[in-house]
């Protein structure tokens, strides 16, 4: 219970700080990568680590598993 309290709190933390508005008037960051055609680069460089991450986790799973059956046996 408390647990899912904080991260409830912790959600709503982080939703009121996604509403804060650009007062200074500058275009965002996302914006001005792509107007100059970067954003495909950063989008890939997240992609490639996400992918990274999700053969690293199958890899540990795989692994996780073949201990847990010596054990058993």
Same mark, same amino acid.
């Given at each position: 219970?408390?647990?899912? /309290? =904080?991260? $409830? $709190?912790? &959600? &709503?933390? =982080? *939703?009121? &700080?996604?509403? @804060?508005?650009?007062?200074? %008037? #500058?275009? #965002?960051?996302?914006?001005?990568?792509?107007?100059?055609?970067?954003?495909?680069? *950063? *989008? +890939?460089?997240?992609?490639?680590?996400? +992918? %990274?991450?999700?053969?690293? /986790? $199958?890899? /540990?799973? =795989?692994? $996780?598993?073949? &201990? #847990?059956? @010596?054990?058993?046996?």
């Amino acid at each position: 219970m408390k647990k899912t /309290l =904080s991260l $409830i $709190i912790c &959600l &709503l933390i =982080s *939703v009121s &700080l996604f509403a @804060q508005d650009n007062a200074a %008037g #500058e275009p #965002e960051m996302a914006d001005k990568l792509f107007a100059d055609g970067r954003i495909y680069v *950063v *989008v +890939a460089v997240v992609a490639t680590i996400f +992918a %990274g991450i999700i053969v690293y /986790l $199958i890899n /540990l799973d =795989s692994k $996780i598993s073949k &201990l #847990e059956k @010596q054990i058993r046996k």
